[in-house]
């Protein structure tokens, strides 16, 4: 199928009596005419069909910790392969990686990378997943799919760190494909995804309760703290109360902090008391595993037995310092079963990122 220049037939839209065509990949459903793109940006119209313009078309290769993803209970201290293109479907005024997400075109991506060239990568540089990250997957979920099915074949895991702001139809396909997933879930009120994110709260409530549920993805949950918009005491013991009773105590909750960044300039970066008092209402409501990020703190970075206590991973930032889990992903004190997907690493891959450039196919 051609895929020059990165466009590559899109999969899920329908013509509409009115004349214009209608993306079904995710809540926003943009109506367009010849010639327009969605909100998302690579996804355009071209005569009576739509085409994903960002395959093949890359940015930002680079080998990271898998906790910088963050995911803290899928193969602690292995590596990933992490790239993005350009884009998003929703409009964060916080947006940490706005330079790729909010690019206005794809000249931005100067590398091109078939998926057998990444999964390719991957195997080279001994990373033992593929992280579609930066932007959010979901709007290039033909691309990411196909990466995937080379990845598998190479025994690569594959990772998708997305906002969840996707249709039921898509998202069981995309989701089939991937092994892992941190979703953000950006605030707990449908006004703060109103205003600061351009988007809705329950499309992404949908989309953590089916993974958790209707899913062998593993999952893990990432809440950005900011200053007077979603840190409020009522705002979290809402989230987490909702969190316990519809994804249960055993998914992986991080609480990180902002930093200005984008159009959200006038807040001034999380003190970590605020993460510290959310971690300690998330682990009263009684959720296991609560974790922090964008900060230094030994006990927001640490994975404890959740019966005993006994520390059991220990990390200082992305590096791990010590792994005391058993072969079969259990307590050693107690013989507690911590959820996730374990190995003891071979080697920790600590702090690094290490920037990578794929082999072009030709």
Known sequence: MNTSGGRHPARWWHPRNDGTIQCDLCPRECRLHEGQHGACVIRERSGEALFLNAYGRSSGFCIDPIEKKPLNHFFPGSSVLSFGTAGCNLACKFCQNWDISKARHTARLATEASPEAIAQAALAHGARSVAFTYNDPVIFAEYAMDVAEACHASDICTVAVTAGYIQPEPRSAFFACMDAANVDLKGF?????????????????????????????????????????????????????????????????????FHPSYKLLDRPATPLATLLRARQIALAEGLLYVYLGNVQSPEGSCTDCPVCHSGLI???????????????ACCPNCGAHIAGHFAAPQTTFGNRRMPVQPGRDH
């Open 189 to 257: 009120s449908d006004s703060f995804y109103t205003h600061l994110c351009g988007g809705h709260l329950a499309p992404v409530l949908d989309t953590l309760v089916w993974l958790r549920h209707q899913s062998s993805t593993w999952l893990e949950v990432t809440t950005l703290l900011i200053p007077d918009a979603n840190d409020s005491t009522a705002e979290i013991e809402a989230l987490c109360q909702w969190f316990l009773h519809e994804l249960g105590p055993e998914v992986p909750l991080h609480f990180t902090a």
């Open 314 to 328: 220990r990390r200082d930032g992305y590096a791990i310092l010590s792994y005391q889990l058993t072969s079969g």
